[in-house]
């Protein structure tokens, strides 16, 4: 059974940074793609940062690009975002997300990912 736990969360002020790290186990992840994504109250969760286990490919949302960098550690099975200068606006609850199968890409959809960590709540002030 997929496990995901997050962390690294927390309360920051713009301009800060934080970096998110999910853990994934009970499963060989070399040809998952791993995704972050994030849900603001009420908002629809929406797309952040994915990458592939195997290739390293990676993408982003618009709103996050050039401030946020996904990563992943292949011998600890742990996915990282790195996010740097934050915004208010980045204030949501941060999922990380698993998705089998993907050969060496990365998706961006929701529905593309079958497995879901319980979120890590991030959260800036102005």
């Known amino acids: 059974q997929v496990r995901l736990v997050e962390s690294g969360g927390g309360l920051v002020q713009a301009g800060g940074s934080l970096r998110l790290s999910c853990v994934a186990s009970g499963r060989t992840f070399s040809s998952y793609a791993m995704g972050w994504f994030r849900q603001a109250p009420g908002k629809e969760r929406e797309f952040v940062a994915a990458?592939?286990?195997?290739?390293?490919?990676?993408g982003y949302a618009d709103s996050v690009k050039g401030r946020f960098t996904i990563s992943r550690d292949n011998a600890k099975n742990t996915v990282f975002l790195q996010m740097n200068s934050l915004k208010p606006e980045d204030t949501a609850l941060y999922y990380c997300?698993?998705?089998?199968?993907?050969?060496?890409?990365?998706?961006?959809?929701?529905?593309?990912?079958?497995?879901w960590g319980q979120g890590t709540q991030v959260t800036v002030s102005s």
């Open positions: 997300a698993a998705a089998p199968y993907s050969g060496s890409f990365y998706y961006t959809l929701r529905r593309q990912y079958d497995y």
């Open positions: 990458v592939n286990w195997s290739s390293g490919n990676s």
